[in-house]
């Protein structure tokens, strides 16, 4: 509901008094645009005022009011012009970088610096599958391969599922494809690699975790999904674009895109948008489908009467991590669009390119830069603190640290008074670090919403962060200050960093990482670690990322190596037990030992932990314990530990098996064995293959 405009007003005066907003920005500020700055999500463009236009780069303009992606102009003249408009909205929606929460300038609502531009920064992502290099309609050598880029299979494939790790480029694949295909119909150019003949194909773009809290019981039909549409575009205001985007499905002119399956955070909930998936696809067959998910939450079961929630006819891809040319292509753009902004000098731009290059070689962060989403947050941190660390939890800790400080530095160093967020803590006679533990624990409780299943990117309604805020500053009685906490609260809304208000009312954090981070640390500050973490490992959907993000704090953070051996050994006790979930549990010991590296030389315990966990994991590869692809992760994390095979790892030792001249493929049946055997006598050693 919204506030009478005089306690608006009030609230803004406030935010005045605590230094969070100017004089000049109060007089220039109507009470009503700025209910909308501390609504607006902040993905697209703003236009306000009577008969102003807004529009991208690269969009059709609107003429009137489009507000975060609510359109709020005339009405369309007829279907077309409907279709115009909600591609339009879409492009607003898709064209800039997802920040908000990430660069603390784009997150300040009340500053004028344009947020970065995705078009500007993005940086075409691969997928694992190899593809033999062609000229023309010519297969050149077919040693020499390419891997095929992620457009390419979303062309190939009318429908198919993207899988990828945690901060590997699946949302922001669709958006960009989305804000290419809004824009293309246009006569601007299309997404690269897209063909021409289909630049009038509609993006129809379903967030799986909203549509996820729309299942209240029934049957998953196509109905259901398409009246989440409905929805959704009458919210927007962009009803008018029902029934043209209806006939475009109808007609087979669509794209479906499906975003994070694995934030549907319950089974039921996944079997029935697995369901009303595959209605909807066979009620519009023609139109080209496209669902995305992590790859750990997308396996085939392990057990034989276990139930297959993954989408049949849709074939899977999954993305590669940056090679070192997309590495340095993203770093370069980066520093480019910043210059841009304004935000880095021109002179400073090639020195910082350089020294972010050098720096993301590092031996101990070279691994996590082929991450875009890490990529991104060691730009980040780069770009404000000149310098790197060295493991993945203190970057997020660097982020953190930045998000909630970083407007004080600013301020400060502009001689300005402290402003709000640290006045209102020195008020309560608080510390920043008493901010961070309520965060920690509203994640922490977010994470673990919903059933046993995938752990989500949850909601945090309003009115629990007010009350969780309220705790840290009672009064004389003992009573929360929840006028206290309204202030933080507004603060946030203008300065969105770790929590961005999503919806009006609706908060929640700016990447599903920093949630499972955050989340880790709570898990490190509250009782029994090791047992605790231990307790909650198999579900590990939804809390393996967590447990290794509380690892890699107690470890670079705290230089606790105690705990994380702690863990270990409750991951993977002496005794054995042949059930699936002790082998996941093996799996993430491993892990665990990993991150350790070294450390776990310092002491016998660690010594002991280390044989037990690579011969345990050894037998869960060598008998396979798990499904194939599983599989071979643990066996990355042999190849970290050290295998403890001789016949492996040491030369001399290694088994050979003969294979006589000729045409053999690695994978033939023990008949094509025999026949080979038949056709000709086994050559020596020049023409053997090594099994390991």
Not at 139 to 162: G, H
Not at 264 to 288: G, H, I, L, W
Not at 616 to 630: F, S
Request: charged share 25%; net charge negative.
């Amino acid at each position: 509901m919204t506030e009478p405009v005089s306690e608006r007003e009030a609230r803004l005066r406030r935010l005045v008094e605590l230094g969070e907003l100017s004089q000049d920005d109060y007089a220039m500020l109507t009470a009503s645009e700025m209910q909308e700055i501390a609504t607006n999500t902040g993905s697209g463009a703003i236009a306000q005022g009577q008969g102003s236009t807004a529009a991208s780069d690269h969009s059709l303009a609107i003429g009137g009011n489009v507000y975060g992606d609510v359109y709020q102009g005339p009405a369309p003249k007829d279907g077309r012009e409907a279709l115009a408009i909600y591609r339009t909205v879409l492009a607003y929606t898709t064209s800039q970088l997802s920040l908000r929460g990430l660069d603390i300038v784009a997150s300040d609502a009340t500053c004028k610096q344009a947020p970065l531009d995705l078009a500007q920064v993005y940086v075409d992502l691969d997928t694992t599958v190899m593809v033999v290099i062609q000229e023309g309609e010519f297969k050149l050598d077919e040693s020499k391969q390419r891997p095929l880029s992620v457009i390419e299979a979303v062309i190939r494939n009318r429908r198919l599922v993207l899988l990828g790790d945690p901060g590997s480029g699946k949302s922001t694949f669709v958006r960009r494809l989305a804000y290419g295909l809004a824009n293309s119909a246009e006569g601007l150019p299309c997404p690269t690699g897209w063909p021409q003949a289909e630049i009038n194909r509609l993006p129809v773009l379903v967030v799986l975790r909203d549509y996820a809290r729309s299942i209240q019981g029934g049957d998953p039909t196509c109905q259901h999904l398409w009246s989440f549409i409905t929805l959704r575009l009458q919210a927007q205001n962009l009803g008018a674009a029902v029934e043209p985007m209806q006939e475009c499905l109808q007609k087979g002119k669509a794209l479906l895109m499906f975003d994070g399956l694995d934030e549907v955070p319950t089974r039921e909930q996944r079997r029935f948008v697995r369901d009303a998936v595959t209605a909807f696809s066979k009620r519009y067959p023609d139109n080209r489908y496209l669902l995305t998910c992590r790859i750990l939450s997308y396996q085939e079961p392990v057990e034989p009467n276990e139930e297959d929630l993954r989408i049949s006819g849709f074939p899977v891809f999954t993305l590669a991590p940056f090679d070192d040319g997309k590495i340095d292509r993203f770093i370069e753009a980066w520093y480019h669009e910043l210059t841009e902004k304004r935000t880095v000098n021109a002179d400073e731009r090639d020195g910082l390119t350089q020294r972010l290059k050098d720096a993301v070689r590092r031996p101990d962060l070279h691994g996590m830069a082929g991450n875009p989403l890490l990529l991104t947050v060691m730009a980040l941190v780069h770009t404000h603190k000149g310098r790197l660390p060295d493991a993945r939890a203190v970057l997020y800790e660097d982020t953190v640290d930045l998000l909630l400080s970083r407007w004080d530095e600013q301020k400060q160093a502009n001689k300005q008074a402290r402003p709000g967020l640290g006045k209102l803590l020195d008020s309560a006679g608080r510390a920043e670090i008493d901010l961070k533990r309520v965060l920690w624990r509203l994640a922490f409780n977010a994470h673990g919403q919903g059933e046993t299943g995938d752990g989500q990117l949850a909601d945090i309604p309003e009115a629990s962060l007010q009350k969780a805020l309220a705790n840290l500053n009672k009064d004389a009685e003992g009573k929360p200050d929840l006028n206290w906490a309204r202030d933080v609260v507004d603060i946030m809304k203008l300065r969105a960093g770790l929590l961005i208000e999503r919806l009006p009312g609706v908060f929640t954090f700016p990447h599903r990482t920093f949630q499972e981070f955050l989340s880790g640390v709570y898990l490190t500050s509250e009782g029994d670690f090791a047992r605790n973490a231990a307790a909650l490992a198999d579900d590990a959907a939804r809390w393996r990322e967590v447990i290794l993000l509380a690892t890699g704090f107690l470890l670079h953070r705290q230089g606790d190596n105690s705990r994380p051996l702690a863990l270990a050994g409750e991951l993977c006790p002496e005794q054995r037990h042949d059930q699936e979930h002790a082998w996941r549990r093996a799996w993430l010991a491993g892990e665990v030992l990993a991150e350790l590296g070294s450390r776990t030389a310092d002491s016998q315990l660690g010594l002991d932990l280390h044989n037990r966990v690579s011969h345990r994991l050894v037998d869960l590869v060598t008998q396979a314990k798990l499904p194939a692809k599983e599989r071979g992760f643990v066996g990355d994390v042999l190849a970290h530990l050290g295998d403890p095979r001789p016949e492996v790892t040491e030369v001399d030792n290694m088994q050979f098996c003969f294979i006589p001249p000729g045409v053999f493929n690695l994978g033939s049946n023990d008949d094509d064995l025999e026949a080979l055997k038949d056709r000709e006598k086994w050559h020596d050693c020049s023409s053997t293959l090594a099994f390991f």
